[in-house]
């Protein structure tokens, strides 16, 4: 039976006081001592990485993600109204010493690019710190996060993030559970404030960002849960690669470069997110529903084989069922599938759920990744639905 609609909305982070123009008059509680074995365990430069983030009256937290150019990574709803899509006038980070827990050291920044769509689950924001605006403070090269694009089911994953009393960074462990539409859900609590924070592996490296913070509520209005996710990392790459070949390297430091750069480095999909895959008696169209009463749609058997081994698990529903669910897009083929045009030879490699495809320049390039019977692994897409895709930086092998 399909469950009451559901909608989706997104929330700001925590709205706190401003800061005074001088900042003369900004004063923080009295600071903790790092006393959790947990946090203590991280090393001061990882947790001074993380970094408090204030745009106008909406307050988060970010990363440094370059330190030697002062690059800050970010939520976008953190520095851009929801609502209005008006941009802040200012933003402010602050960094922790290493005595204590919240911010002591505080800079202006600058906005170098942001993007907040809800149809492609981007809420990114890159910062740049310009100035120093407290007395004193560590200049650049900063301290930063280097990112690890090649996470697994079960690791431990540490959450961090200043959401704590008197903007207090904290850390809450966890392990990732799946990795679903470009989030990686993990057991680790994320709470308002983590937004833009940092989530790391064992090795303290960067593999995605806490953000999105959504009520899912009946129609009765009554709130059922509040969800906190953590998004990959390499969805931001994909995002930044838009840009320009690698456009991500100017921001970022790979733990790993070579292993990066050698392969078709996809985000990992364990599923759509689908509450149910329904069809009607009279149409042979498959739909995903999804909470907040929208649907995909199938656009052939080949895409719904590509997430699903059978059709067992898909319902059968009344025509008035599936209206109630409005459309959002086609379903594109699942992240790590070759594909190509039905009436072009160019051959890709699907790499995220929103249809980003990364061309595979030759033959040898594809025995190299996918071994000698790669062609067979090819999957047609009918040039009617070629819009559906859109083409990013193609693959490149290192010597």
Wanted: glycine residues 8%.
């Amino acid at each position: 039976m399909i469950c009451p609609m559901r909608k989706r909305h997104h929330l700001r982070d925590r709205t706190i006081r401003v800061l005074t123009a001088a900042f003369s008059l900004f004063v923080l509680t009295t600071p903790l001592v790092l006393q959790a074995a947990t946090i203590s365990d991280i090393p001061f430069s990882a947790l001074q990485a993380v970094v408090w983030v204030q745009c106008d009256d909406r307050q988060g937290s970010g990363t440094i993600i370059n330190g030697q150019s002062g690059y800050v990574l970010t939520n976008a709803h953190v520095l851009v109204d929801p609502d209005t899509r008006a941009v802040a006038s200012f933003c402010v980070v602050g960094l922790m010493d290493d005595k204590r827990t919240v911010p002591k050291y505080f800079y202006r920044t600058q906005i170098i690019r942001w993007s907040l769509r809800t149809d492609k689950s981007e809420d990114f924001a890159i910062l740049q710190i310009t100035r120093r605006i407290s007395s004193t403070g560590p200049d650049a090269p900063f301290p930063f996060l280097k990112t690890n694009e090649f996470p697994t089911t079960g690791e431990a994953v540490r959450v961090l993030g200043y959401s704590g009393d008197n903007d207090e960074l904290t850390m809450e462990p966890g392990v990732i559970r799946s990795f679903d539409d470009g989030f990686i859900q993990t057991s680790a609590v994320i709470r308002v404030g983590d937004s833009g924070g940092a989530g790391l592996d064992a090795n303290n490296d960067l593999i995605g960002i806490p953000t999105r913070i959504v009520t899912i509520t009946l129609e009765t209005g009554a709130t059922e849960r509040i969800d906190y996710e953590l998004v990959d990392i390499r969805a931001v790459m994909n995002w930044l690669d838009m840009y320009g070949p690698n456009e991500h390297d100017k921001f970022f430091t790979h733990a790993d470069y070579t292993r990066y750069h050698k392969n078709a480095v996809f985000i990992n999909q364990s599923s759509l997110g689908c509450e149910y895959t329904a069809r009607t008696v009279s149409n042979p169209s498959v739909f995903c529903l999804l909470a907040g009463g929208e649907r995909l749609v199938f656009p052939g058997e080949p895409v719904y084989s590509s997430w699903f081994p059978g059709y067992s698990g898909v319902v059968l529903v009344s025509q008035s069922v599936i209206y109630d669910y409005h459309i959002i897009r086609n379903v594109t083929f699942k992240p790590g599938t070759l594909v190509k045009s039905q009436t072009a030879p160019p051959v890709y490699v699907v790499v995220d759920n929103f249809g980003t495809m990364r061309w595979i320049p030759s033959e040898t390039v594809a025995k190299q990744l996918w071994g000698p019977n790669w062609a067979s692994l090819v999957r047609d897409i009918p040039d009617e639905f070629w819009a559906n895709y859109n083409i990013g930086q193609p693959l490149e092998i290192l010597p």
